[in-house]
Every structure is written in C-alpha cells, then in structure tokens.
C-alpha cells in the first residue's frame, strides 16, 4: 500500500512535468507532454525490474527528469564542456526540484535527501538508490528511447554506436543486465544484432 505522501508526491511531480510545451505520443496514439510520459514509463519500468523498490525509491525514479525542458542544452556551448555543464546543471535541478515536491507531499528531511541523493546522480555503483535510478534510465532508454535516438543520429559509423551501447551496459548493474537479456525487455529490434555484438565485445 502506498502513503498518502507518496500519492501526494506523484501528484505533484506528474502535474510539473504536465506542463510540458513538448508533446510525445502515448499508448493510445494520443500526444502527452514529453517529461509526464517519460515519469510514467520509468515508473512502469521499476515496477517490472524492481517491483520491491521503496517509495524514495520510486519517486526519485519518476522524477529523475522533472522539469526537464526549463534547463534546454541550447543554453549551454555546444562543446564537451558546455555538454557536462548542462548535464551537471540538470543534476542539481532535478534535485532540488524533486527533493522540494517531496518535502511539500510531507515526507521527512531523511527520505527528501535521499530522493535528492538518488535524482542527483550522486555515489553510482555504491548508493543503492543511485544505482537503482541509473538501471531503471538505462532499461527504459533501451526499451522506448534507443531506436528514436538512432533515427535522429543515423550518421553514426558501427563503431560509434557500439561505443554508446557499451558505455549504457558498464552503467547497469549485473541484475540489470540480467533483466534486459531475460526476455522481460522489449529490445528495439532493428538494434538487436548491435546490441548483442556491443555486449559480446
């Protein structure tokens, strides 16, 4: 059973990511703001890979691009060093903007620092919640996203592309590996000789 300050957080995290400009399309065919329907795919996606997750586990999970679109990378030189000071700068809000919808849905100062901690993308591959988010990114990149963004990048050489596979794989932890070649998670298929050449490499 979930708290009643877990269904207050969701709310409150769904109905900012609900103001989204951008528009995706949904299960139905219908549009919905971009970042509302990637919290919604992140949640199904914990619940199928962790389905004992907590709920700073969860809504850290769900809120990992909230508000995205307010930090755009256009902002940002288009260089490797305006690329890691847009990313390092959506850290931070991200953070802080997840750990201020908890703290107003009424959960204490412990489990908004986690949920912070977690959004943050602090202490991956020895905070559990961190590690937790970073699967759940990856799995629900490789499920829904991973196609999409080979069509806007089809330039890309062979090489190129196994790179990106295999810096998403070293990310994952084993059980998350695991999970993706367990037949639980819909690879994308015209990527599928790629991803088994990226992975057996």
């Known amino acids: 059973m979930s708290s009643a300050c877990y269904e207050r957080a969701v709310a409150l995290?769904?109905?900012?990511?609900a103001e989204d400009p951008r528009q995706d399309s949904g299960p139905d065919g219908?549009?919905?703001p971009r970042e509302l329907l990637y919290g919604?795919?992140?949640a199904a996606m914990i619940g199928r890979y962790a389905p004992e997750a907590d709920?700073?586990?969860r809504l850290a999970v769900r809120a990992q691009h909230i508000q995205r679109w307010k930090t755009p990378r256009e902002n940002y030189p288009m260089t490797r060093d305006g690329y890691l000071q847009w990313r390092t700068g959506l850290y931070k809000f991200h953070a802080e903007t997840a750990g201020r919808l908890a703290a107003e849905a009424g959960y204490d100062d412990a489990t908004v620092e986690r949920i912070k901690q977690a959004v943050g993308k602090r202490g991956l591959k020895v905070n559990p919640d961190t590690q937790l988010l970073e699967d759940?990114?990856?799995?629900?990149?490789?499920?829904?996203?991973?196609?999409?963004?080979?069509?806007?990048h089809g330039e890309y050489s062979e090489e190129k592309w196994?790179?990106?596979?295999?810096?998403?794989?070293?990310?994952?932890?084993?059980?998350?590996?695991?999970?993706?070649?367990?037949?639980?998670?819909?690879?994308?298929?015209?990527l599928v000789p790629l991803i088994t050449k990226a992975i057996a490499g």
Request: aromatic letters at 8%; a positive charge; charged letters at 25%.
């Open 13 to 17: 995290i769904d109905a900012a990511n």
């Open 30 to 32: 219908q549009p919905v």
């Open 40 to 42: 919604q795919r992140m």
């Open 55 to 57: 709920e700073a586990q």
């Open 136 to 152: 759940v990114t990856d799995l629900c990149f490789i499920e829904h996203y991973m196609l999409e963004f080979a069509g806007k």
């Open 162 to 190: 196994l790179d990106i596979i295999r810096k998403t794989w070293k990310k994952m932890s084993k059980r998350a590996h695991a999970f993706a070649l367990s037949g639980q998670l819909k690879l994308p298929e015209a």
